[in-house]
């Protein structure tokens, strides 16, 4: 269903049959073929929009534009996810910048601002067994470049029944731009248009929404103090890789086994004071809608046990995610570490 403008679709079921596409591809069904059955309802409007489909084993249907106001149900797996017009989304998205001028060869750095009303969420770079990641797509002045979003950690979110990884309330994606070496002019323009999909009882789809930021052009780069400290906290909450901490991990059947190991006896740390414990799937190898078992032994290693997910990569190396102890991973250390555990 590629939507194909104000084309009139039946209120009829049609079949929907994804092949063998990678996770987060186009179609994002995790390399597994995929059948899909969608009721189509009509109603008479000027509203257009885009979604996606949803269902258990990831992200399972790719990114279409739809006219004629019409009202989509998803039923995958016995879940039915109404998807609402795009000019109805309850996502609050800012495009907010951290400085109030550039300068020529300066890296900046741009947010897409995020404010979720109560009971809604969006997803993580990536969501688990359901969702779709935000996404921007880049129109910037010449010689402009435009780097990854910086994720900031997630948390578990619900979609319908099933856990998936996201955001809720407030929250910032950072995205850093490096400026051309000569800029000419007063000013720059920079445009992005951003996809994402909000979610509470129902699912907002939006799809490539138009933002902008006009900055002047000055000799430095100057911070922007209302916007700064929205850039910091959200730095704070993006996970970087710890030395103090190794792991490694193996798999079984259907379970993964990742133990993690304070390198040295100044970095272990009791059951109490790491806290609530919690693994964040970066590829989705490890399923998000099952319970994690986690122990912290006497040496101060941690065994996890995950619940293995048929929609993760076919053959991994290692085993990508982002973990949280809620007391710290260290004295006064990050709530969030970056893992690649090796098989």
Known sequence: ???????????????IRDGDRAHGGEYGSGGRSLETRIKIQESRGEE?????????????????????????????????????????NPLELRLISEVISVSPGATIHLGLHLKHPEGFHSYWKHPGIVGLATSVKWSLPDGFEAGEIQ?????PVKMASYTAQGYHGETLLIVPVKAAETLDGETVTLEAKVSWMCCGKACSPAHDVPFSVTLPVAEVSEIDPQTA???EASRARVAKPDERWQAKAKRAGDQIFLDMRPRNASAKRSAEALGELRFFTMDGQVNSD??????????????WVFAWSEYGPEAPSTLPGVVKASGGWAEGGPEFIEISADY
Do not use: H, N, T
């Not at 992200?59 to 795009?86: Q, S």
């Not at 099952?290 to 065994?303: H, L």
């Open 1 to 15: 269903l590629d939507g194909g403008g104000d084309r009139d679709f039946p209120g009829e079921f049609l079949e």
């Open 48 to 88: 257009r929009g885009g979604g996606v489909l949803l269902g258990k084993g990831g992200l399972l249907g790719r990114e279409f534009g739809y006219g004629c106001g019409m009202r989509i149900l998803a039923m995958l797996g016995g879940l039915v996810l109404p998807v609402v017009a795009a000019e109805k």
């Open 151 to 155: 994720w900031p950690a997630p948390e």
């Open 229 to 231: 400290p929205l850039f």
């Open 290 to 303: 099952e319970a994690q078992q986690v122990e912290v032994q006497d040496d101060g290693s941690i065994r």
